[in-house]
Nanobody
Framework: VQLVASGGGLVQPGGSLRLSCAASGSIFRINVMGWYRQAPGKERELVAR???????NYADSVKGRFTISRDNVKNTVTLQMNSLKPEDTAVYYC??????????????WGQGTQVTVSS
C-alpha cells in the first residue's frame, strides 16, 4: 500500500493550506485515515484522524482551525488548515490503517510534506 501526499508549502500566519493524500495498492478496506506532524526536535504527533464512519479526532491545538475529510471510494484524505500559526510548522504525514486484499493488515505512511508558517 502506498500513500502519496501533496499540498504543503509556505504560508503567512493566518493563512490556509490544504493537504491531500491518496492511497493505492491492494486495499480491501481502510479503517482509519489521518494526519500526523513532526516539528524539528519533537516527536511525531497526531493532528487529526478519521475512522471509516463520520467520527473525527483532533489534537486540541488544531480544533476549530483544521478539518479532516475522507473519500472512502477514492481512498483519499484531505486536511484543510485555516488560521495557521507558526507553531503549525512541521512535516505532515498522512497515515492509513486497514486490510489488504490478501487479508494482511497494513499501517502505511506517506512521504511527508513540509508546511511552513512564517511571515
Amino acid at each position: 500500500v502506498q500513500l502519496v501526499a501533496s499540498g504543503g508549502g509556505l504560508v503567512q500566519p493566518g493563512g490556509s493550506l490544504r493537504l491531500s493524500c491518496a492511497a493505492s495498492g491492494s486495499i480491501f478496506r481502510i479503517n482509519v485515515m489521518g494526519w500526523y506532524r513532526q516539528a524539528p526536535g519533537k516527536e511525531r504527533e497526531l493532528v487529526a484522524r478519521m475512522p471509516s464512519g463520520s467520527s473525527t479526532n483532533y489534537a486540541d491545538s488544531v480544533k476549530g482551525r483544521f478539518t479532516i475529510s475522507r473519500d472512502n471510494v477514492k481512498n483519499t484524505v484531505t486536511l484543510q488548515m485555516n488560521s495557521l500559526k507558526p507553531e503549525d510548522t512541521a512535516v505532515y504525514y498522512c497515515n492509513a490503517v486497514g486490510i489488504m486484499t490478501n487479508t494482511n493488515n497494513f499501517n502505511a505512511w506517506g512521504q511527508g510534506t513540509q508546511v511552513t508558517v512564517s511571515s
